[in-house]
């Protein structure tokens, strides 16, 4: 039996025109593919891509003129590693599906404390 997969609509701090889905619960194993992926060879970067599509859902969206593409694995690095986009926005796309798991943790973890109390 498969968890079901919970995606969280996003959007880019001052990119407000661009809107994504992310994965917020990914398996163990895609979780480190995303902390430990890289593009230092050709396998890794295709791995790395891999693991990009899969979080943001293969989504293909268009804004601000650019076409964000993770519905491959090669179309996904080709994206994050697009020079037309700003540097800050590319770094974003890169680490957002990590910080979205960070703050879903953060997030249970106050759920789970309140569900703790008595009457709630």
């Given at each position: 039996?498969?968890?079901p997969k919970?995606?969280?609509?996003v959007?880019?701090?001052?990119?407000?025109?661009?809107?994504l889905?992310?994965?917020?619960n990914p398996?163990g194993?895609?979780?480190?593919a995303?902390l430990?992926?890289d593009a230092s060879t050709?396998?890794?970067?295709?791995?790395?891509?891999a693991?990009?599509?899969?979080?943001y859902?293969?989504?293909?969206v268009?804004a601000?003129?650019?076409?964000?593409?993770f519905s491959t694995?090669e179309t996904?690095?080709?994206?994050i590693?697009?020079e037309?986009?700003?540097?800050d926005?590319?770094?974003?796309l890169?680490?957002?599906?990590?910080?979205?798991?960070?703050?879903?943790r953060g997030?249970l973890?106050n759920?789970?404390?309140a569900?703790?109390?008595?009457?709630?």
């Amino acid at each position: 039996m498969a968890f079901p997969k919970r995606f969280r609509r996003v959007r880019p701090p001052e990119y407000e025109d661009l809107e994504l889905r992310i994965l917020a619960n990914p398996t163990g194993v895609l979780y480190d593919a995303l902390l430990s992926g890289d593009a230092s060879t050709p396998d890794r970067a295709l791995a790395l891509g891999a693991a990009l599509s899969e979080v943001y859902a293969s989504e293909r969206v268009e804004a601000y003129g650019v076409v964000f593409d993770f519905s491959t694995a090669e179309t996904a690095m080709a994206t994050i590693q697009n020079e037309a986009v700003p540097v800050d926005l590319r770094a974003w796309l890169r680490n957002a599906p990590i910080d979205l798991v960070v703050f879903e943790r953060g997030e249970l973890g106050n759920d789970f404390r309140a569900s703790l109390i008595p009457g709630n």
